[in-house]
């Protein structure tokens, strides 16, 4: 006898529908078991979607999907959307390479309206559709489910601020996901606010307590929900923020309580006009370890579901990740200007422990990458020495912030940039293959690439004695392995090392990790190695040596190949005249989707046999001059 009797029924939405309303509860159940089971399996993103069931149940059985357009802000809480659309046996591909995305994906199913991963996109994108159905003369409903932490993005904020202005003929509905939670603990004022109104406003129990009163006499229920259906903001007042851009505000909603929801989409949808639906919800509700600690179960790699996730106590070589956040604490304890920020990743890019120890110089900022580089930049201004701690792909959002407010002003603030290259499993969304390419062309800016633990340190304390802004651009996960020796010692700005000199014909360039992936090659090819530590400046005189003493230079980085390191360095020798053959290694012009690293690796060609195999290829095409010269150049 199957787990999910139910589940087994629904193919699609239109499945679900055909259910009688006192039978979701049910779904939702088997939803939250089915999701535990096959999370526990794959990994993902556990907390969020636990806590959406109900809602992703409520939505699709009221709205008529894919007509309909819902659109998941992050949409790492949209598994039980996935399942309920066709999905469920995916599930076990999930984030896994050529499997199911782990967010919503136009092409991946009619149901996803609109790809998300990175917040507070989803008011824009409806209103978007809205409009354009408006100019159609289309009837369909747009569905934005929004978190609170999302909720916090400047993008979201501006939507509202255009959203307000229409009155008919949009059907915009904005479902405010409210748990108290980002993936750290919520922050910032307008989680006190929306605090208060969870607090203030009984409306729920209002809404129950009439219902109780009123059910018993005929008739009378159903007039008081069709006058709900008039007046959204009868039962409910205003609300602060919401009424502040002249947008219908309802709730809040209990987001478990499916009858409730049922019946109050049902009302909403009599309305076409911009509306907000507040409910509030339990990040991880229904599974008791995450339930306690959503935190944890925010994003988990496979685990027991009967034990929950146990740490590991075995002792480890550290992450990148890690070795920064020892060196923030380090460096904060030697110089109290060092002031850290992150736009809402405390857990994801090492700050846990340096909140602990320098509370007063520690800030999470919420979901505002914008925010957190021109707050960086002031505070630069008074003498701090500021330390952005952010992943590169959320980066992308406040590259104007770095050219106008940090870097046109030459001010010393340091960019630590996590999850540089390709991070895995979140997949093209995610991978911090743009950060070079967009950052290069920035005058006043330093750019390293630590090709190991040891150089993220040495690289980190470099840019840190600087007085002009850094990026230091480290990966997700460990490098080498190789010890952590060094302390606050810095390397000399816009130096490459040499790690190998080689008889051979062949100059190895290596930027960041791929460094190490070229050692092997030049060590079978018996070529010279540089590690080039620095994207900008780069080091001019080691490239133009090794150029000039090999028949052909190998250059690897774990970046966007377009604008990136690779064109740097032709860069340099188109400039400089020397016309030595180059091949560059590191992302083609594509995104790349999700896979392990290995595997995205592998795929891409950027393994050591990989490379070796396409360089022997060249020489061999390079006909070697009797006078000691090349013919092929
Ligand atoms: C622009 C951007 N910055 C940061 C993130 C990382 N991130 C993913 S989910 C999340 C928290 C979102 O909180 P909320 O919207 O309340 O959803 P919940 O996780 O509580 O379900 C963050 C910070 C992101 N995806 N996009
Ligand atoms: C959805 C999202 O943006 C984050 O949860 C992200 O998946 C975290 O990535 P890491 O696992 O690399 O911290
Ligand atoms: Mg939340």
Redesign the pocket.
Known sequence: MSNYPLLDTINSPEDLRRLPEDELPEVAEELRGFMVESVSKTGG?L??SL??TELAVAIHYVFDTPRDRIIW??G??AYAHKILTGRREQMATLRRHHGLSGFPKRNESEYDAFGT????TSISAALGMAVADKLKGDDRWHVAV????????GMAIEALNDAGVYKKDVRLLIIL????????P?VGALSGHLAKIVSTRAFNGARELSKKVLKPVPGLWEVAKRMEKQAINFVSPPSGIFSSFDINYYGPVDGHNLEELVDILRNLKAHDCPIVLHVT?K?GKGYAPAEAD?TTY?GVSPFDPAVGIVPSGKPSKPTFTQVFGRWICDTAARDERLYGIT???RE?SGLVEFEKKFPDRYRDV??A?QHAVTYAAGLACEGMKPVVAI?S??LQ?AIDQVIHDVALQNLPVVFAVDRAGLVGADGA??HGAFDVALLRPIPNMTIMTPSDENECRLLLNTAFAMDTPTVVRYPRGKGTGVEVTADAETVEVGKARVLRRGKGRVAFVGFGPMTHMLAEVAEHLDGTLLDMRFVKPLDREALLEAAEEHDLVVVAEDSALEGGAGSAVLEVLVEAGVTVPVMRFGLPDRFIEQGTQAELHEELGLTAAAVEEKVKARLATMKKSPFGGLFGR
Do not use: W
């Open positions: 993103h907390s969020s806590g959406a802000d992050v790492h809480q991963a990175h917040s507070s929004i978190g609170d932490g999302a909720l916090t993005g996901n409210d748990n108290d939670c980002s993936i750290s919520a919800t990040k959503p925010h736009p809402a990743m994801g919420a979901i990458e992943y792909t959320f959002r969304t995610h």
